[in-house]
C-alpha cells in the first residue's frame, strides 16, 4: 500500500490527535515518528453526525452511563504523517438502572 493511500487523515481528525488525543504506546507504523495518538469518536443517538470526540475518561463515563446504545471508535492517528488506523470499535451506554445487592 501506498503511504499517499493510507496517511490521508482528516485535517479534523489530526487537531484532535493533537489537541485531545492521549499517546499511544507505539511509534507510527509509517513515518516511525512518536507521533501516534489516540482519538475516541462515539457515535449514537442525540450525538453529532461526526461523532462526539471523547478527550477524557470522564466524559467517557458519563456518555456510557446513558441508557442509548452508543458506539465508540477508538482510532489511531499519526500528527506527523497523516496516517490514520480504526484501532477498535467499542460498545457504550445501554445502561439499566445499577443492579444493587437487596438484602
Ligand atoms: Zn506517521
Known amino acids: 500500500m501506498r ?3 493510507v496517511c490521508d487523515a482528516h485535517p479534523e481528525l489530526i487537531r484532535a490527535a493533537r489537541n485531545i488525543g492521549s499517546p499511544a504506546t507505539i511509534a507510527c507504523p509509517i513515518c516511525a515518528e512518536p507521533e501516534l495518538r489516540l482519538v475516541t469518536y462515539v457515535f449514537g443517538p ?3 453526525a461526526h461523532g462526539r470526540c471523547v478527550s ?8 456510557d452511563a446513558r441508557p442509548d446504545e452508543l458506539t465508540a471508535y477508538v482510532v489511531e492517528a499519526c500528527v506527523g504523517c497523516r496516517w ?3 484501532l477498535r470499535v467499542l460498545p457504550v451506554g445501554r ?4 443492579v444493587r445487592a437487596t438484602s
Open 46 to 48: 442525540r450525538l453529532p
Open 95 to 98: 445502561r439499566t438502572a445499577p
Open 56 to 63: 477524557t475518561a470522564d466524559e467517557l463515563a458519563k456518555l
Open 3 to 5: 503511504q499517499d493511500q
Open 84 to 86: 490514520h488506523h480504526l
